[in-house]
T-cell receptor, first 114, second 115 residues
Framework: AQSVTQLGSHVSVSEGALVLLRCNYS??????LFWYVQYPNQGLQLLLK??????LVKGINGFEAEFKKSETSFHLTKPSAHMSDAAEYFC????????????FGDGTTLTVKP | DAGVTQSPTHLIKTRGQQVTLRCSPK?????VSWYQQALGQGPQFIFQ???????QRGNFPDRFSGHQFPNYSSELNVNALLLGDSALYLC??????????????FGDGTRLSIL
């Protein structure tokens, strides 16, 4: 079975500051990892994905994440926060044998202060 | 290019009733998954449909059932509604049989409230 832990249910940063959202996963087989963003009253939008190619993955809106197998981590970063980045962020894991079933973390709400 | 569409957007039911939620996948996608997202939590996998069959199921009771039609659209049915079924129900589609490396495309969800 797979699981995801997102450390910090709420993160607050100032506009222009570094964004760091933490995700640790557990999987008995090589995982596929995803970050999604959810704005109020909307569904989830894919930010980026790791599918066993490059360990540093670049996504949309300036976000990137690094897969670290030794730390079982897939933290999401952005060098400079914008007000429009305020949203809820979800880390998810799936494995090929599960035919696309994703296990999600409980999410991190990002607040950006002016 | 139409994305995933869900209907209705909001629904209010009372305990014991039955509800049907509908989903049309993104064009070119053949796999549909349903998730339940309770307030303040991440989405929880309910089940996945591919080739009109339920391919995999999460830890949800038999009160939750579904269907996929030949045009790949899908329905989620919930019987004997409980207060705890109040949640945002998300439909997600993916292409090519929905392998684990395929990201899912989500609809905006149906907000179900049970009174």
């Amino acid at each position: 079975a797979q699981s995801v832990t997102q450390l910090g249910s709420h993160v607050s940063v100032s506009e222009g500051a570094l964004v760091l959202l933490r995700c640790n996963y557990s999987s008995s087989v090589p995982p596929y990892l995803f970050w999604y963003v959810q704005y109020p009253n909307q569904g989830l939008q894919l930010l980026l994905k790791y599918t066993s190619a490059a360990t540093l993955v670049k996504g949309i809106n300036g976000f990137e994440a690094e897969f670290k197998k030794s730390e079982t981590s897939f933290h999401l970063t952005k060098p400079s926060a914008h007000m429009s980045d305020a949203a809820e962020y979800f880390c998810a894991v799936s494995v090929n044998t599960n035919a696309g079933k994703s296990t999600f973390g409980d999410g991190t709400t990002l607040t950006v202060k002016p | 290019d139409a994305g995933v569409t869900q209907s209705p957007t909001h629904l209010i039911k009372t305990r014991g009733q039955q509800v049907t939620l509908r989903c049309s996948p993104k064009s070119g996608h053949d796999t549909v998954s349903w998730y339940q997202q309770a307030l303040g939590q991440g989405p929880q996998f309910i089940f996945q449909y591919y080739e009109e069959e339920e391919r995999q199921r999460g830890n949800f009771p038999d009160r939750f059932s579904g269907h996929q039609f030949p045009n790949y659209s899908s329905e989620l049915n919930v019987n004997a509604l409980l207060l705890g079924d109040s949640a945002l129900y998300l439909c997600a589609s993916s292409p090519a049989g929905g392998g684990g490396n395929q990201p899912q495309h989500f609809g905006d969800g149906t907000r179900l409230s049970i009174l």
